[in-house]
């Protein structure tokens, strides 16, 4: 268990973000792991080196990549890599570098525009077949291409194994989506941009429906049985009059994203002249159910479902009739094109008067339509009925109820475009109609002018299926939209509204925990209308209690917890926090986290305690000096000495910046042999104070003798002895358990440098070699194992003449992770803790399924699965492989006696989802560093 928990963790992930050519970009991160781990950078999966404008820096748990000056080229995908001997974790972020004013590019030598030579092609497939759009651009300088979906990144849609972006010879650019699915259709818009210019494609992807009979099976895949059963526990009560409409919100979240199915009374629910389904533009998945009937009551189920998991919730509808009804309500009507529609009903009452709508225009008397009124008869004409006569058509009595029919107008077009059409400015506007067959010369206009194909306009036709799609529709776009086929027309208002560009609201719920020594563990929630305007990132900010200016210390994408250690200050002292949201629109107010906790960074010993010798009644000064601001206690002979002046003002304590000192004023003769200590965290250190009375030679002087009787004769000759070196601080307490190809450093530090040392391995002094370097930096010596190997354990010993440190340093018996070493004929558990205890889970060495026996035993307690060699042999040496599914564990055994792998084999098994399995790849395949989450759904109603 505590191996597994000291695996890499991310408590802040490196975040997107975009940069002016020529400034510096900062790409941070928040890690934590034991032991601790190495990090490593990657741009585009090539390891970064550290050189000029690549600056890698570590401060306790925080992680930064500084690229100073950056450019264009410096645009791409960053990666962070998190190692330890228990296990690693990866993140990944975008750096986009943006490039200076046009004009000056225009000076530029060789400068060309971005283009598009071919653009990708949209595309019709059926579920489960990969997709592949193409195209070919040209630019100087070479223009960066990025995909998107429906105004989207790719990435906030997809798990990065469901798609690839790539690059062919020739400027030939391709985006690939393995195995599509539903969520999949949409308009798909490619960038090129080279320097501040850029030129867009786009491309629509649709699904092939299934057959009429496949589609009333129900959505087996996604729901028990295919059928949602009648009583769904804790569904919630929704009432609505005759004529109303009902609409059902659903606010799902997981990645990849969900897929939305909606179901009413155990059959699904196909979009429709009455049943509206659509995201709307806070995130929203709607049904809508126009001009309620009394037969749309019953039982509405919204299913989500992704990869990762799958979860309902459900709505009764309750359909309330008004006491004074219709006689003969309104019957549905179809009619062929051109023929005159008719509509009748009935009141209860000659006198009671009547109004007619189609769905919310009230209708005027005309040519185009005759109403009629004998006795309770209420009749409606429509003359010559079009295509966008097609709709619902209500008779009302006033202030009470409602007749409701639907008319159908027969003719070649069976799907016609919505009335209007309201779209937020920069999204796509998508228009589809439907022909009754395949059929040429057809026309798309906007108020009248004919629209042609372009960058900014799709048109395209699947068989019957014809599109329209405006890319990032402007305030200029707006006007009736026209499909026109024959004698035939439909027509829709587009409308373009403008973006509110809000800074994002205060996040809530803020919290701090101070239970852990020299931590803050700070929790919040973000705004409960994040999803209308949500944040890019959160910065947090701190500041000493004592006074002074707000300073950002984190910035992190994601909200929730955030672990803040000692040291991560730039010194001792109380400190509070506060948080606020960010987007490109501005920031929020900050909330700040009640109370305040003490935090100290780590500091080590920089130049330490000497032992000091005065004469009696003369002042004596002890100092030290630290690798940090913190504080400190001053001992003498085991009793604290306070801040102030103690002992009748004879002791005093100084502390500036790094240095603390304690001066003894009138040291006597009694106080010689006192004992001073100082100690700050794990810092101690200690020294002897030695007083000499007025008649007593200085023990640091030698006389040069000459015997002769009982008399000195000669000149003395005085020399000063120093004193002993001593080894004031090592590693040796630290555990010295490492794998095999681990770096491994011991280090002792002395009271004084230029003191030469000795290293011993086993009682012999150590050769230094290509396995094996010693280095001095002033006090400190360090032995270095750069590759550590299995003969390499052993007892190593700094020795500094009269002063000597042990460290034992062994390879082996690890208690979790990738690599176990065992002797033969022990007992080897291997084990797994899943996330819920109901999972299937298989067992494989070396890529087949293991066989459970006498010697190979699987057991489970809840979560917990394992697998146990009671009696370890040879044979049983290999690649050990938990997977449930969605998620793998590795591990290699070697067994002492046999043959010592320095590196775990490679998997026999398939890689990752991107080559058509579902396990992790042990290797850490790009494919599967994506997060996966199940969907979390709340259902309301509106």
């Known amino acids: 268990m505590e191996g597994f928990r000291g695996a890499p963790r991310f408590l802040a992930y490196p975040r997107a973000f975009t940069v002016q050519s020529g400034t510096d970009a900062v790409l941070s991160c928040q890690i934590t792991g034991d032991p601790q781990p190495s990090i490593i950078w990657e741009k585009d999966k090539t390891p970064i080196e550290p050189s000029g404008r690549f600056h890698m820096e570590a401060k306790g748990d ?44 225009e000076r530029c030598s060789g400068s060309e525009a971005p283009s598009f030579l071919v653009a990708p092609s949209s595309t019709r497939v059926c579920r489960g077949e990969d997709v592949m759009f193409a195209c070919r651009v040209s630019g100087q300088p070479c223009p960066v291409l990025e995909w998107e979906k429906d105004g989207h990144k790719l990435s906030d849609l997809f798990e990065s194994s469901h798609f690839a972006v790539g690059q062919e010879p020739e400027d030939w650019h391709f985006l690939k989506l393995f195995g599509a699915r539903p969520p999949d259709g949409g308009v798909y818009v490619c960038r090129a941009r080279s320097g501040s210019r850029e030129a867009l494609a786009a491309a629509v992807l649709l699904q092939r429906r299934r057959h009429t009979a496949e589609r009333r099976a129900g959505p087996e895949t996604w729901v028990p049985n295919g059928v949602v059963p009648a009583g769904v526990p804790g569904a919630k009560a ?11 919100r659903c606010y799902v979240t997981g990645k990849p994203k969900p897929e939305i199915v909606w179901q009413k009374d155990g059959e699904p629910l196909a979009p429709g002249r009455r049943h509206l389904v659509y995201e709307d533009r806070e995130g929203y998945f709607i049904l809508k159910v126009l001009y309620c009937k009394p037969q749309d009551q019953g039982l509405y189920v919204c299913t989500a479902s992704n990869t990762a998991g799958q979860t309902l919730s459900a709505v009764q509808l309750h359909v ?14 179809e009619v062929a094109e051109q023929e005159d529609a008719v509509l009748e009903c009935q009141v209860p009452l000659e006198t009671i008067p009547t109004a007619w709508y189609l769905e919310d225009r009230e209708l005027q008397p005309s040519h185009k339509y005759v109403m009629e009124e004998r006795g309770v008869v209420r009749r409606l004409t429509i003359r010559d009925a079009r295509t966008d006569d097609d709709g619902i058509y209500l008779c009302q009595m006033k202030d009470k109820g409602r007749s409701i029919a639907e008319l159908s107008v027969r003719g070649m077009i069976v799907k016609r475009l919505p009335r209007k059409l309201d779209v937020m400015e920069g999204e796509n506007a998508v228009f589809c109609v ?3 067959e395949a059929v040429e010369g057809t026309c798309w206009s906007r108020d009248g002018l004919q629209l042609r194909e372009s960058p900014h306009t799709v048109l395209k036709s699947f068989g019957r299926t014809h599109l329209l799609v405006l890319v990032h529709v402007t305030r200029q776009d707006v006007g009736i939209i026209s499909f026109t086929v024959g004698e035939s027309q439909t027509s829709s208002q ?18 701090m925990s101070v239970a852990e020594s020299n931590a803050a563990l700070l929790a919040w929630c973000p705004a409960p209308d994040a999803h209308l305007r949500p944040p890019s990132r959160y910065l947090l900010e701190r500041r000493e209690v004592a006074g002074g200016e707000w300073v950002q210390c984190l910035a992190t994408d994601l909200p929730g917890r955030m672990r803040v250690l000692g040291d991560s200050v730039p010194r001792e002292a109380d400190y509070c926090f506060r948080v606020c949201a960010t987007n490109e629109h501005g920031r929020s107010s900050p909330v700040e986290f009640p109370g305040s906790v003490h935090l100290a960074p780590a500091a080590h010993l920089e130049r330490g305690l000497q032992d000091v010798r005065v004469q009696d009644g003369e002042d004596a000064r002890f100092s030290l000096e630290l690798s940090a601001m913190v504080n400190g206690t001053w001992f003498l002979d085991g009793t604290r000495l306070g801040e102030e002046e103690e002992a009748c003002g004879r002791c005093s304590v100084r502390h500036h910046g790094m240095e603390h000192s304690l ?3 009138g040291a006597r003769v009694a106080d010689s042999g006192a004992q001073v200590t100082f100690v700050s965290g794990e810092v101690r250190d200690s020294a002897t104070l030695h007083v000499q009375g007025e008649q007593e030679s200085c023990p640091g002087v030698l006389l040069r003798e000459e015997q002769q009787g009982l008399s000195l004769t000669g000149d003395p ?19 010295h358990t490492y794998m095999v190809g681990q770096r491994v450093e011991l280090w002792c530090q002395l009271s ?26 002033g006090p400190r010596h360090r032995l270095v194992l750069p590759c550590a190997r299995p003969q390499d354990t052993g007892e190593f010993v700094c020795d500094a003449g009269g002063d000597s440190r042990f460290d034992s340093s062994q390879w082996g018996d690890v208690s979790s992770g990738t690599h176990f070493v065992c002797n033969p004929l022990t007992r080897v558990e291997l084990w797994c803790q899943l996330s819920r205890p109901a999972a299937p889970v298989h067992w494989y060495k070396d890529g087949e399924e293991v066989e459970v026996g006498e010697s190979l035993v699987l057991e489970q307690e809840g979560p917990r699965h394992r697998l146990v060699l009671p009696c370890a042999q040879l044979q049983d040496e290999g690649e050990f492989v938990c997977d449930v599914g969605g998620d793998s564990a590795f591990y290699t055994i070697t067994v002492a006696g046999g043959s010592w792998s320095s590196q775990p084999r490679r998997s026999t098994l398939p890689q990752c989802l991107r080559h058509s399995n579902s396990r992790r790849c042990w290797q850490g395949c790009p494919c599967c560093w994506s997060v996966r989450c199940p969907p979390q759904m709340p259902l309301s109603t509106g």
């Open 717 to 735: 000759t005085l020399s000063l002895a120093e004193a002993p070196v001593r080894i004031v601080s090592s590693n040796e307490e630290a555990p």
């Open 494 to 511: 587009l409308r373009v509204k403008c973006v509110k560009r809000d800074p994002p609201s205060t996040p809530v719920a803020a919290e």
């Open 663 to 665: 001066l003894i004023r």
């Open 434 to 436: 439907e022909t009754r």
């Open 62 to 105: 925080l992680y930064s990549l500084l690229v100073s000056h950056t450019t264009p080229q410096d645009s791409g995908l960053y990666i962070c890599k998190a190692k330890n001997s228990v296990g690693e974790t990866y993140a990944a972020a975008t750096l986009k570098v943006e490039a200076g004013k046009p004009q000056e590019e």
């Open 320 to 333: 309330k009739e008004h006491r004074l009804q219709f006689q003969v309500q309104l019957a549905d009507v």
């Open 752 to 777: 004084r440098p230029a003191v030469p040392v000795h290293w011993y391995k086993d009682g012999e002094e150590v050769e230094v070699g290509e396995s094996l370097v010693l280095e001095q930096e």
């Open 238 to 248: 929704f009432a609505v009059s005759v004529g109303k409409h009902a609409k059902f």
